[in-house]
Antibody, heavy 117, light 108 residues
């Protein structure tokens, strides 16, 4: 059984930083693109960023470019999201999701980020 | 990147069928068979119910089916059950990663 566990969320003031972590078990992530997807309170899903299996390529939604950085450690089967210059509109539940031709098949419970003064 | 367009709400009575649409463009939904659907109950993580337009993961009831015509994908839930009441999201996941705005399905 595949399990995804996100951590690192919390409350931070605008302009602050947070680093999210995700550990996957039951699946070797080294062959998969990995994504972060977020969901603002009461809103829909939004893809945020992804990274190539070897970490050599990254893509971001326009609204986080230059502020967020995705990274991975395949030996630790882990994914990270460094979030800087946080804005109130970044408030959301953040999910770490392995990509596959079958879509986003495995979700954790997410980690909540609240940006507020 | 604009979200895919879904109706905000849909409803049906137990036993009925309901269809939810997901409209994109020729650059996303229309260009690929990598369209998926997710079910999300309140306070829970999304769950994959359809991938590659019309394929169901193991364990998903065959009451859930998917289709696509041109730039619009559709999810049909047949034989509605009370537990189907949830939010449903479509996604185009080849190239640009897009989600629909979500549809709240109410079982009357």
């Amino acid at each position: 059984e595949v399990q995804v566990v996100e951590s690192g969320g919390g409350s931070v003031q605008p302009g602050g930083s947070l680093r999210l972590s995700c550990t996957v078990s039951g699946l070797r992530i080294g062959n998969d693109w990995m994504s972060w997807v977020r969901q603002a309170p009461g809103k829909g899903l939004e893809w945020v960023a992804n990274t190539k299996p070897d970490g050599s390529e990254e893509h971001y939604v326009e609204s986080v470019k230059g502020r967020f950085a995705i990274s991975r450690d395949n030996d630790r089967n882990s994914l990270y999201l460094q979030m800087n210059s946080l804005r109130t509109e970044d408030t959301a539940m953040y999910y770490c999701v392995p990509e596959s031709s079958s879509g986003y098949a495995h979700w954790g419970q997410g980690t909540l980020v609240i940006v507020s003064s | 990147q604009s979200a895919l367009t879904q109706p905000p709400s849909a409803s049906g009575s137990p036993g009925q069928s309901v269809a939810i649409s997901c409209t994109g463009t020729g650059s996303d939904v229309g260009a690929s068979n990598y369209v998926s659907w997710y079910q999300q109950h309140p306070g829970k993580a999304p769950k994959l119910i359809i991938y590659e337009v019309n394929k169901r993961p193991s364990g998903v009831p065959d009451r859930f089916s998917g289709s696509k015509s041109a730039n619009t994908a559709s999810l049909t839930v047949s034989g509605l059950q009370v537990e189907d009441e949830a939010d449903y999201y479509c996604s185009s996941y080849e190239g640009r990663k897009l989600f629909g705005g979500g549809t709240k399905l109410t079982v009357l």
